[in-house]
């Protein structure tokens, strides 16, 4: 079979245009596949930031519970646990009575002091242990009491997406205040 001339032509200019992809289709490719991996990216750190938020609530309740259990286990001595602690403010934590280790055992202020000196674990080193982390970051926790009413708080500080500007124009990340607070009713 001949094919005449002009169908030649067009048979090669239809190879010449279908034989592969341009640098220009490659590039547009490329272009939208990285937008893609960067908005993966974004959602995992955006993802990684909630859980570990997250993760300081449960820590912060945790320790919230933790006091009032001791609370509620001595409640002969429950106006010795009215206190503020922080990193920065450590007069709150008494020192370690040495009833712990005596025959004699411990009175109820007493194991209100050690059950504080324990607590305050959370919030400074005061063992002295070398690399140690706090439970929260830059944590502070108060106990305040209204009547039968006694409310543990706990307060930390955790990096957060701001959504308003600051003052240099950005709208990065800023240090975001969080706490819990829990109220139990505690009769002595």
């Known amino acids: 079979m001949h094919m005449n001339k002009g169908c030649r032509e067009r048979a090669s200019v239809q190879r010449r245009y279908s034989q592969g992809f341009t640098l220009i289709e490659v590039l547009v490719a490329l272009l939208v596949l990285t937008v893609g991996a960067l908005g993966v990216i974004g959602v995992q750190l955006r993802s ?3 859980n ?3 993760l300081y609530r449960t820590q912060a309740t945790s320790i919230a519970t933790e006091l ?3 609370m509620r286990a001595n409640r002969a001595a429950l106006n010795s646990y009215l206190l503020t602690v922080s990193a920065t403010q450590l007069s709150g934590i008494p020192t370690a009575p040495d009833c712990a280790t005596s025959n004699t055992g411990c009175t109820p202020e007493q194991s209100a002091a050690l059950d504080l000196r324990q607590w305050g674990q959370h919030f400074t080193n005061l063992l002295g242990i070398e690399g140690y982390r706090t439970t929260l970051p830059s944590a502070e926790a108060t106990v305040t009491r209204n009547g039968d009413e006694y ?3 706990v307060a930390w500080s955790e990096r957060a997406w701001d959504d308003t500007n600051a003052t240099d124009g950005s709208t990065s990340r800023s240090n975001a205040s969080r706490f819990v607070s ?3 009713v505690i009769q002595p």
């Open 52 to 54: 570990r938020g997250a």
């Open 68 to 70: 009032l259990d001791q």
């Open 182 to 184: 829990m109220t139990s």
């Open 48 to 50: 990684f930031e909630a």
């Open 151 to 153: 409310t543990v708080t």
